[in-house]
């Protein structure tokens, strides 16, 4: 991926110039919260414009505003002004039910804690996100074999029927990782992926996000505390001011 515009983040006071083959927009986003001592700025006029196939990471320390602009992206929270799309709609301009439906058709998220269904088996964890789709989107769709696929793809396929309180911190992130791509989004968000895991699970989570995510070309946002994951990424981004900076090889 370049550094030349349109794929690189940028502040900006003016508007953004759509392409045909961008597919996440941000457009001047910022994000504010009220205080007693008056408004606390996160972001500030964050601009990106990132095709399928861009994989970046993220850095900055706690509170920096890096997981606030994944959520934003995400479309898991709100910005105080700005815009965001994701292949041409507007998440922000939906009712709840409909944005509800707009990320789980579109946008596939890693968090630090797995978040896995301790009751559910491996498979099931995996299938839960197509459990919600519309009825006639899972019509005729053979979700089960690509499950299966995905499971055996992040080293999974022996154990299928196992509880998450069976796997280990490395293992319950991989199926954490098969269900962000069940639903084969074109956005992937990753919120410290490897923060719980020793080395060399980390290792092996960060080898397997990027594999699958070459082979999909999915856009893929990871925002992590983690030098060693940050180096695997061939563009790399620290948070200064509330603005993500282009960091140099």
Same mark, same amino acid.
């Given at each position: 991926?370049?550094? %030349? ?20 927009? +941000? ?10 001592? @008056?408004?606390?700025?996160? =972001? ?6 990132? !095709? ?10 706690? @509170? ?8 934003? =992206? ?14 041409? +709609? ?5 009712? &709840?039910?409909? *944005?509800?439906?707009?990320? /789980? ?13 301790? *009751?559910?088996?491996?498979?099931? /964890? ?6 919600? %789709?519309?009825? +006639? ?8 074999? #690509? ?5 055996? *793809? ?6 299928? &029927? ?21 639903? /084969?989004?074109? =956005?992937?968000?990753?919120? !410290?992926?490897? @923060? /719980?895991?020793?080395?060399?699970? %980390? ?7 990027? &594999?699958?995510? %070459?082979? #999909? *070309? ?19 981004? &620290?948070?200064?001011? @509330?603005?993500?900076?282009?960091? !140099?090889?």
């Amino acid at each position: 991926m370049s550094g %030349a515009w349109p794929k690189a983040w940028k502040t900006s006071t003016g508007g953004l110039s759509e392409r045909a083959d961008t597919v996440l927009i +941000a457009d001047r986003v910022s994000k504010s919260y009220a205080t007693p001592r @008056g408004d606390l700025r996160i =972001l500030t006029d964050v601009s990106l414009s990132l !095709e399928r196939g861009a994989a970046i990471a993220i850095m900055g320390p706690s @509170g920096s505003g890096k997981s606030t602009l994944l959520y934003i =992206l995400g479309a898991l929270d709100t910005p105080s002004s700005g815009s965001v799309s994701l292949d041409g +709609a507007d998440p922000f301009g939906l009712d &709840e039910a409909a *944005q509800a439906a707009f990320r /789980n058709r579109h946008i596939g998220f890693v968090f630090q804690d797995h978040s896995l269904l301790p *009751q559910c088996s491996v498979l099931e /964890n995996v299938l839960s996100p197509t459990l919600v %789709a519309p009825a +006639a989107e899972r019509a005729g769709r053979e979700d089960e074999a #690509r499950a299966r696929a995905l499971l055996e *793809q992040v080293g999974l396929g022996d154990r299928l &029927e196992h509880r998450p309180a069976e796997l280990s911190g490395g293992e319950k992130q991989r199926a954490a990782l098969a269900r962000a791509l069940i639903r /084969n989004p074109v =956005l992937l968000l990753c919120d !410290e992926p490897t @923060g /719980n895991l020793d080395r060399a699970s %980390a290792d092996t989570v960060a080898d397997l996000l990027l &594999e699958l995510h %070459a082979a #999909r *070309q999915t856009i893929l946002i990871v925002v992590t505390h983690s030098a060693a994951l940050a180096g695997k990424f061939p563009v790399r981004y &620290e948070m200064t001011g @509330g603005t993500p900076v282009r960091q !140099e090889a």
